[in-house]
């Protein structure tokens, strides 16, 4: 009787067809249950898994990255749009006049300190907003 | 029904709807790739949730030059194999590459106590391989991947999956049966 090998028992239980035990001595037979009994086990699900309301908590999750994503960006662009603004001004102003240009730029300067903490404060405002959503995020995992 | 196109268009025009039915559809998927080369219960739901996101993040680079489940899993298996090395847990892909002369710790009071429930066992014993032969087993048998596909998602050879499979399923085999017969 002709001794099947552990790679052709492997093989005719992957190709998935019906196996019978007919016409295998006593060895083969026990190999063959083995690994039945193996590949059984390997394609049992975990006992464990993720919570039901995975997807939800995933898809909720996702829109509060984009749109922290899209408050950041809009800030910063608000903020170079501000510092555009200023050049943009100060360049027309010096082809027109040259003198309301110094005033301009002198007008700026005295108040930089406002314009200096107005940045700051928009910059902390961005970083506190961060640490609560991610606060919530921490809460809503929990 | 579920259509990967009409499902990946519709994430594209901004439907969180779409993607929840996405993350639905392969979140087992996902879950099973992670859980076996991860050990802590909840890194692995975090990691879920970050395949997830660059998944979403991916997503309009996706071609549709493989099944839409191929390349989800490649993006968890790369998470969690990038997750692995970053940890300690990680010490345990430095196992010898030569599997065959490969020994179990069946020292621990968990394998004692598990040796009867066989297919708990057999997961123990699976936590303990090197993390190609995990990987391997767990796309094979659990999600059903082709040795082919295992190949586009892992990057390894296939003819080197079929080998991981075959020793891997061997040896886990001859240690059931050596249990059984002391």
Known sequence: ?142 | MFDEKEVVSAILKGNFRAFERLVKQYEKLVFFVVNRLVQHLQDKEDICQDVFIKVHHSLPRFQFQSKLSTWIARIAYLTAVDYVKRSKAGLQADYPENIDHYHFNDETPESALVQKDTAAYVNLLIAQMPLQYRTVLTLYHLNEFTCAEIEQITGIPEGTVKSHLFRARKILKEKIEHDHNH
């Open chain 1, 1 to 142: 009787m002709k001794k099947l090998t552990d790679e052709q028992i492997q093989a005719l239980l992957d190709d998935g067809n019906p196996i019978t035990n007919v016409g295998l001595s006593a060895p083969d037979r026990q190999q063959l249950e083995s690994y039945q009994s193996l590949f059984s086990k390997l394609n049992a699900e975990p006992a464990e898994g993720l919570p039901f309301h995975f997807a939800r908590k995933v898809t909720a999750q996702l829109q509060i990255k984009l749109k922290r994503q899209s408050d950041i960006r809009f800030n910063l662009l608000a903020l170079l749009g501000v510092f555009v603004g200023f050049i943009s001004v100060y360049g027309l102003l010096s082809l027109m006049d040259l003198k309301a240009a110094s005033a301009f730029l002198q007008a700026v300067l005295r108040f930089k300190w406002v314009w200096i903490i107005g940045v700051f404060t928009l910059i902390g405002v961005l970083v506190f907003e961060q640490q609560v959503v991610e606060e919530r995020e921490h809460r809503f995992n929990e």
